[in-house]
């Protein structure tokens, strides 16, 4: 997954159903002696509107939770869509616009607070480790970095098979990945993990080996590829939202009959766009154990 230089401004025809990070704050700086508990959080994906349902599913989202010792106040930090996750993963297709348009940023939320009953009900809120306040600044100089470069969320893992061996062709970037490399940032300043398990939800697409395409310059400019452009356009058209049940279902056929029976996706990572041959099993999400990271430094207690 690729950094980029800056984070570009969001288009208005962008528009969240939802507000991102509503009651975000900065980033507090803690006192060198504080110590903070740091705390494993995860919940069913959209809980708040569904419950538990996907949590069956074990669609699940991430985020961490820490606490100051001398404060007493508590805090949860989490990276998400700033447009939902549709909007991450499928673009629109505008009237006018020869490219399809991308409503794809996500991004770090900080807030004071973490809502126990939400973690607790149908997920986990569990201690994992201790910090110093000095490692937490630390960290917090980190998470402005990777937040200012790591800039769009991408939903697909991409494999060429279900095994565990299998060659990864494109790495996903939601909310896991950035608690797994905070994990690991911790990691590296010295936090020592307690032996807990920890599990994360991934959606993966099964693929032989990606054809790169081009950006969209290249494919939809003036002097881009039309055949290409269409094709393009053609296979996103089914996944815009529905107004009615039977769009719905006549656009699900069009999507099984390209996907499984013609064996095509298109990708679009890193503002480039690649074909992907499918296989079986096409699609599939795992909900599996990555184990917390050990520090490349040497480890000291708090």
């Known amino acids: 997954h690729r950094r980029?230089?800056?984070?570009?401004?969001?288009?208005?025809?962008?528009?969240?159903?939802?507000?991102?990070?509503?009651?975000?704050?900065a980033v507090p700086v803690m006192k060198d002696e504080d110590v903070i508990e740091v705390y494993r959080l995860q919940a069913p994906v959209w809980e708040f509107k569904y419950g538990d349902l996907l949590g069956h599913l074990k669609i699940m989202h991430d985020a961490v939770g820490f606490k100051s010792s001398l404060t007493g106040k508590?805090?949860?930090?989490?990276?998400?869509?700033?447009?939902?996750?549709?909007?991450?993963?499928?673009?629109?297709?505008?009237?006018?616009?020869?490219?399809?348009?991308?409503?794809?940023?996500?991004?770090?939320?900080?807030?004071?607070?973490?809502?126990?009953?939400?973690?607790?009900?149908?997920?986990?809120?569990?201690?994992?480790?201790?910090?110093?306040?000095?490692?937490?600044?630390?960290?917090?100089?980190?998470?402005?970095?990777?937040?200012?470069?790591?800039?769009?969320?991408?939903?697909?893992?991409?494999?060429?098979s279900p095994d565990k061996q299998s060659i990864v062709w494109f790495d996903a970037y939601e909310c896991s990945k950035f608690i797994l490399r905070t994990y690991q940032k911790l990691a590296d300043l010295g936090a020592v993990f307690k032996k807990i398990q920890t599990n994360y939800t991934s959606i993966i697409l099964f693929s032989g080996e990606p054809v790169y395409l081009g950006n969209?310059?290249?494919?939809?400019?003036?002097?881009?590829?039309?055949t290409l452009a269409a094709a393009?356009?053609?296979?996103?058209?089914?996944?815009?939202?529905?107004?009615?049940?039977?769009?719905?279902?006549?656009?699900?056929?069009?999507?099984?009959?390209?996907?499984?029976?013609?064996?095509?996706?298109?990708?679009?990572?890193?503002?480039?766009y690649w074909f992907l041959p499918m296989k079986f099993p096409y699609l599939k999400i795992i909900y599996e154990e990555v184990p917390l990271p050990t520090g490349s430094k040497t480890s000291f207690g708090v």
């Open 216 to 226: 969209e310059t290249s494919i939809f400019g003036p002097l881009g590829n039309k």
């Open 74 to 160: 508590n805090y949860t930090m989490e990276w998400y869509e700033l447009f939902q996750l549709g909007n991450c993963t499928f673009p629109h297709l505008r009237p006018g616009m020869d490219a399809p348009f991308w409503c794809n940023q996500g991004a770090a939320c900080f807030y004071e607070g973490i809502d126990d009953a939400h973690w607790k009900e149908n997920g986990t809120l569990v201690l994992m480790t201790t910090i110093s306040g000095t490692m937490f600044n630390e960290m917090a100089k980190w998470v402005k970095y990777d937040n200012e470069t790591g800039i769009y969320y991408e939903t697909w893992t991409v494999q060429a």
């Open 4 to 25: 980029f230089d800056f984070r570009p401004k969001t288009d208005p025809y962008c528009q969240a159903r939802y507000t991102f990070c509503p009651t975000g704050s």
């Open 232 to 272: 393009i356009r053609d296979f996103y058209s089914p996944f815009r939202p529905h107004r009615t049940v039977g769009e719905f279902f006549v656009d699900l056929l069009k999507i099984i009959d390209r996907v499984i029976l013609n064996r095509q996706f298109y990708l679009f990572y890193n503002l480039e």
